[in-house]
Nanobody, 126 residues
């Protein structure tokens, strides 16, 4: 079982940057691919970004490509989402997700993730 804890959300202004963190824990801690999703009020969950265990492969949702960056530090079992040029439409609860994998470079499809954090809210407003 993998436990995920997000942090770093908050209220920012349009154009600002923000970094989210997701710490993973569990026994035994295994090789996991990780991802970020978000759910805006009244909307369905949206894939934001994913990263393989060895960081060789990443993927981004269309609406954030070029503005967000996902990266990870396996020494501290943490994945990050660096968000730039935030827009009001980025307002959402952001969730971290994980999936145990057997290949270091495997990047799951968005629907394959099975472990989820509780979410951290991000509000972009002037």
């Amino acid at each position: 079982q993998v436990q995920l804890t997000e942090s770093g959300g908050g209220l920012v202004q349009p154009g600002d940057s923000l970094r989210l963190s997701c710490a993973a824990s569990g026994r035994p801690f295994s090789r996991v691919a990780m991802a970020w999703f978000r759910r805006a009020p009244g909307k369905e969950r949206e894939f934001v970004a994913g990263i393989s265990w060895n960081s060789a492969n990443t993927d981004y949702g269309h609406s954030v490509k070029g503005r967000f960056a996902i990266f990870r530090d396996n020494t501290v079992s943490t994945v990050y989402l660096q968000m730039y040029s935030l827009k009001p439409e980025d307002t959402a609860v952001y969730y971290c997700a994980a999936l145990a994998v057997f290949r270091d470079d495997y990047l799951p499809a968005p629907d394959d993730y099975i472990h989820w954090g509780q979410g951290t809210p991000v509000t972009v407003s002037s």
